[in-house]
């Protein structure tokens, strides 16, 4: 009974500090401006299924992919077995999932080959991350100190559970023979290790219980860590893709003032819709573009906290290939930092993801744009869309560098210069180019002048 009373204790406090720690994490979110969402439920359920629970494009790269569906699926049926221990401890029954007869064999022996499979994975992901060094994706100003760190904490807990796991098992499966007593289920792996546990009894007992300790108090503490690090992403990715963007890559959005504007130019009887108000019913003065986060629609935010800090968005821009500032994957990074700096939302473990001599330093300007992102790198961007179709959890990092830049072009007037000639082509000409209208078709006056006289 008193295990029951401290398990209950340990779980609540665990369940309870993520929960506070999510709603934090969604009023963040909420603060970034409302977007209308177009497509039906279907498409997002079908686009959801292909991409966040099928892996679609993570498939692009076999290797890691293959790997990666090994942890994934690994995961997902693991914690079958966690809500057998979860049952267990409040209840204070022992293998409870017992009761499904032939199935429960198949879900243990199914759940040691996955774990076992899991450590040869997470070993792969050590040796690429540390040794191997895969080209741009791992590198970068973004991914120095605390991601870096981050990325290998995560693979030494998975290592951690899992050998908790079959220390938990094997000490119960030696056990169960002592006694002369047939344990219910089926343990490939953990009967290879049986020859290395005590023949006492007592601790037997002991190393079960610790092994059953360990792996849910570290699954607990785990959960209360994700939020902290980049693998809130395997919670994250799934609204993240259900919200993505259905309309087609390139097609831009308009900001509603300037549209009403032109329309009633173009039209004098169009009836300009009244401004918004706030509470105390004076005009919201909006602000064209995005200077800081709140400025971001609320789908920009989401992206931040879905982040997998892969660097597949990074290793196509060609921007970055070619040496320029731009990191599509440090404006996202930079986002949520900004998000955790603006509203003083620190989680439990609050690491500020790469400050100090390790962050590039931009400007004393506390906002998105100059404190944490340059123009320089805005204006890198070709507006091609690699990011987007490489990202595995459909983050749309162009969607925010474009309301940066619409900041920086609208409410500053800072834009490049070449931009600019283009700008008063357009007010004087009508295009892009320095010709008159009048003068636009010479070129066919030119051509039959040429052919003509030839």
């Known amino acids: 009974m008193l295990q029951q009373i401290l398990f209950l204790l340990v779980a609540a406090l665990g369940i309870g500090l993520f929960v506070w720690q999510v709603r934090k994490i969604r009023a963040n979110i909420m603060q970034g401006k409302d977007r209308r969402m177009g497509g039906s439920v279907s498409e997002r359920i079908n686009k959801t299924l292909l991409v966040a629970f099928g892996q679609q494009k993570m498939f692009k790269r076999i290797t890691p992919a293959l790997l990666h569906m090994v942890v994934y699926v690994g995961f997902l049926v ?64 973004e991914l120095r100190a605390w991601p870096k760190l981050d990325a290998n904490i995560i693979l030494y807990i998975e290592v951690a559970l899992m050998l908790a796991l079959f220390t938990m098992n094997a000490a119960d499966l030696k056990l169960h023979q002592l006694e002369g007593r ?3 289920g089926t343990f490939p792996v953990s009967a290879l290790l049986v020859g ?28 209360n860590y994700l939020p902290s690090s980049k693998h809130f992403h395997i919670i994250m ?37 009244a401004p918004p108000v706030d509470a105390e019913g004076n005009p919201v003065i909006e602000r064209f573009g995005a200077k800081d986060v709140e400025d971001l629609a609320w789908t920009n ?28 994957r440090k404006i996202i990074m930079d986002t949520r930092d900004r998000m955790e700096e603006k509203f003083n939302s620190p989680l439990i473990f609050a690491p500020n993801n790469y400050q100090g001599e ?9 906002t998105l744009v100059h404190g944490r992102v340059t123009p320089e790198e805005l204006w890198a961007c070709t507006t091609c869309n690699a990011c987007v179709e490489a990202c595995p959890v459909n983050i749309n990092p162009l969607d925010s560098i474009i309301e940066m830049r619409r900041y920086l072009v609208l409410e500053e007037t800072a834009a490049p210069q070449s931009l600019n000639v283009m700008f008063s082509n357009i007010e004087n000409n009508g295009a892009p180019w320095a010709f008159s209208p009048s003068d636009r078709f010479n070129w ?11």
């Open 196 to 223: 290395l546990m005590s023949d006492n009894v007592t601790a037997l007992h002991v190393l079960e219980r610790v092994g059953w300790w360990i792996h849910i108090v570290g699954i607990l503490a785990f959960l």
């Open 301 to 328: 935010l989401l992206n931040a906290y879905s982040c997998t800090e892969c660097g597949r968005c990074t290793s196509v821009c060609p921007a970055n290939i070619t040496g320029k500032l731009l990191s599509p």
């Open 237 to 273: 990715a799934f609204p993240n893709v259900y919200y993505s963007r259905l309309v087609p890559q390139g097609q831009f959005s308009n900001v509603d003032s300037i549209t009403h504007e032109v329309k009633s130019m173009m039209d004098p009887s169009y009836q300009v819709p």
């Open 444 to 454: 066919a006056d030119d051509l039959y002048v040429a052919e003509k006289g030839s």
């Open 78 to 141: 693991i914690n079958i077995e966690v809500i057998e221990i979860m049952i267990d401890g409040l209840a204070g029954s022992h293998r409870i999932l017992q009761v499904l007869g032939p199935g429960y064999d198949v879900l243990m022996a199914t759940n040691e080959v996955l774990g076992a499979l899991v450590i040869v994975a997470v070993a792969a992901f050590w040796w690429r991350r540390n040794r191997q060094q895969p080209v741009r994706r791992l590198t970068g100003v």
């Open 182 to 184: 047939e344990m219910p």
């Open 358 to 366: 390790e962050r590039m330093q931009v400007s004393e300007e506390g």
